[in-house]
């Protein structure tokens, strides 16, 4: 398995994050959260979705759910404008 991917909040596109975990790799997201830095760990199985916070597991069944999250939580940033 390849080294994870770990990127700041805002650094990849939601696009990037889900070409990276489709394609078989772990993006590990830092984020801020109430002042303290916390780590995110994004993966696909290749039918579920996953969030790993360290508060929860979060699950999607699709992909346009994971791409609702990643946009919501900020962990992806908006698309470059051509």
């Known amino acids: 398995m390849s080294e ?5 909040a805002g650094e990849l596109t939601v696009e990037e994050i889900m070409t990276a975990i489709e394609d078989g790799r772990r ?4 984020t801020e959260f ?5 780590e995110v ?6 039918e ?3 969030c790993d916070t ?7 069944d699709s ?12 962990y992806g940033g908006p698309a470059a404008e051509e």
Do not use: D, F, N
Request: proline letters at 5%; glycine letters at 8%; hydrophobic letters at 35%.
């Open 54 to 60: 360290p508060a929860r597991l979060h699950k999607h």
């Open 41 to 46: 760990t994004l993966r696909y199985s290749g």
């Open 63 to 74: 992909a346009s759910e994971m791409r609702h999250c990643l946009s919501q939580q900020g």
């Open 27 to 30: 993006v590990v997201v830092r």
């Open 4 to 8: 994870p991917l770990v990127v700041e």
């Open 48 to 50: 579920i979705y996953y």
């Open 34 to 38: 109430l002042g303290s830095e916390h």
